[in-house]
């Protein structure tokens, strides 16, 4: 199950999200998104959980939870739109 991550700490890196929710199970992936240009984390991630029992459990036990002080907040991550193909010919 793949979980959207917000309202992170601008120090947080993508090991400290995969050290954060293997406390509940199997991480596959952990990626804190960052700026193009400056390299700086936008402060929200990803992670997806090899198990949706073990991505509850996170979900549960992680959403809210303050992280060098800011409230995390953690949800099932939506399908990303698909987007229109903006060739100029």
């Known amino acids: 199950m793949n979980m959207y991550v917000s309202n992170l700490s601008f120090h ?3 090991d400290d999200l995969r050290k954060l929710f293997e406390q509940f199970g199997s991480v596959s992936s952990a990626k804190v998104i960052t700026d193009r240009d400056s390299g700086r984390s ?3 991630g990803f992670v997806e959980m090899t198990s949706d029992a073990e991505a509850k459990e996170a979900i549960n036990g992680l959403n809210g939870k303050e992280i060098e002080g800011r409230g995390m907040s953690v949800s099932i991550a939506k399908e990303k739109a698909a987007r229109a ?3 100029r010919w």
Request: net charge neutral; hydrophobic share 20%; charged share 45%.
């Open 12 to 14: 947080t890196m993508d």
């Open 42 to 44: 936008r402060g929200f």
């Open 85 to 87: 193909d903006n060739k």
